[in-house]
């Protein structure tokens, strides 16, 4: 993003704004927005029907590419707090320098504050152990804007933990027996949960890039040796590379999704095709 551009349409944003700021908590709900779309369904499990929630990147959308509309810039200055990501992710760094211009006023939520960061990767909601860091964060600070909700948001964050920890059970049971314990993936969004469940994982992409034919060699190397028959790849990689990729492999392909709108049946369903794999 252009920082010019983008404090001129933080501006836009914030005039436009001021003429319906007057209905903007009409509905008594505390204003939240985040980043991304399964942060909106953390911040529901705590939150529930006190919390009003928007997102900033759209479902389909490239958080690697993707530039706000005004829409989004006028939902983020309106809102209560923002529960940003955090943990290196680019997109809320370019972003948070310029709102900073324009209004301080907005609480911002790291949510990513307690976990321990691995290469700088963002991915930290693809692991039930640190979305357990991730609800409490949540949590602490629906409790400090709403006090008189405390109660209400700890029993909600009880009963979501206990949810995280039963399927967090479910997978370590899926992996228990495996002696081979690699996958492979195009996308590098699956090392919190890797590390977590004690498996190794071999990305085809660096950096966010397409990989070189050094990069392809050694994947492709890499893969041959554990004996590996499943590239696992999202919706937003390329389709062409995965293609060549899975060929050289004689290997199949499945999707597996980074950002779920249903984060307990994603991580079964990540884990079934992962363990399936690996037999």
């Known amino acids: 993003m252009q920082k010019i551009a983008l404090i001129y349409l933080l501006l836009a944003a914030l005039l436009f704004s001021c003429t319906d700021n007057q209905n903007q908590h009409n509905s008594g709900k505390l204003k939240a927005i985040t980043t991304i779309l399964p942060f909106k369904e953390f911040i529901n499990m705590v939150g529930a029907d006190l919390v009003e929630t928007e997102v900033l990147i759209p479902p389909g959308a490239d958080a690697h590419t993707y530039e706000p509309s005004p829409l989004k810039i006028k939902q983020l200055i309106t809102s209560d707090i923002y529960f940003k990501v955090g943990a290196g992710f680019n997109f809320e760094n370019n972003l948070l320098d310029d709102i900073d211009i324009v209004n301080g006023e907005i609480k911002i939520t790291d949510c990513s504050e307690g976990i321990k960061i ?6 930290i909601w693809l692991s039930p152990r640190e979305v357990k860091i991730i609800l409490n964060n949540i949590y602490n600070s629906l409790a400090a804007i709403l006090p008189e909700h405390k109660s209400f948001f700890g029993k909600n964050l009880e009963r979501s933990i206990g949810k995280v920890d039963s399927i967090d059970s479910i997978i370590k049971g899926m992996f228990y027996s495996k002696s081979n314990r690699h996958f492979i993936v195009y996308h590098d969004a699956w090392k919190y ?43 937003q990689v390329s389709k062409e590379a995965s293609i060549a990729i899975a060929d050289e492999l004689d290997a199949k392909i499945e999707m597996i999704e980074p950002l779920p709108d249903d984060f307990i049946a994603n991580m079964i369903d990540v884990a079934t095709k992962l363990s399936a794999s690996m037999d």
């Open 193 to 235: 949960f890797a590390e977590q469940y004690g498996l190794n994982v071999i990305v085809v992409e660096k950096d966010a890039k397409e990989p070189d034919l050094n990069r392809m060699s050694q994947v492709l190397n890499e893969a041959r040796r554990y004996g590996l028959t499943t590239l696992f790849i999202d919706r």
């Open 118 to 123: 691995i290469d700088n990767n963002p991915h």
